[in-house]
């Protein structure tokens, strides 16, 4: 399995925007499909955005869709997650995710620790 690290969280006004990363301690990103959650508390961890191995193919949940865009950097060993015009409700633990397939429905088995988003209002 490969080891990831997320970084880039922070405290943001509504309105704003951060970059997440996720980099590998140990692996390498390329061999894998890789996706970003969520988790708010006393929610559910939520899906947010998936990408495929060359970056060519992208989903998002419709929550996010038109604000946030997940893109990588196969050569940087990096996972990027560009959040804009961020809300309230984005406010979670966002963690990185890796796997044997670039789905939303894929039962990824490498997860960083988390970084935290917190959007006042």
């Known amino acids: 399995q490969v080891q990831l690290v997320e970084s880039g969280g922070g405290l943001v006004l509504a309105g704003g925007s951060l970059r997440l990363s996720c980099t590998a301690s140990r692996g390498s990103l390329s061999n894998y499909g890789l996706a970003w959650f969520r988790q708010a508390p006393g929610k559910e961890r939520e899906f947010v955005a998936t990408?495929?191995?060359?970056?060519?193919?992208?989903d998002y949940a419709d929550s996010v869709k038109g604000r946030f865009a997940i893109s990588r950097d196969n050569a940087k060993n990096t996972l990027y997650l560009q959040m804009n015009n961020l809300k309230p409700e984005d406010t979670a633990v966002y963690y990185c995710?890796?796997?044997?397939?670039?789905?939303?429905?894929?039962?990824?088995?490498?997860w960083g620790q988390g970084t935290q988003v917190t959007v006042s209002s």
């Open positions: 990408v495929s191995w060359t970056g060519a193919s992208t």
């Open positions: 995710a890796a796997g044997a397939a670039a789905s939303r429905y894929h039962r990824y088995d490498s």
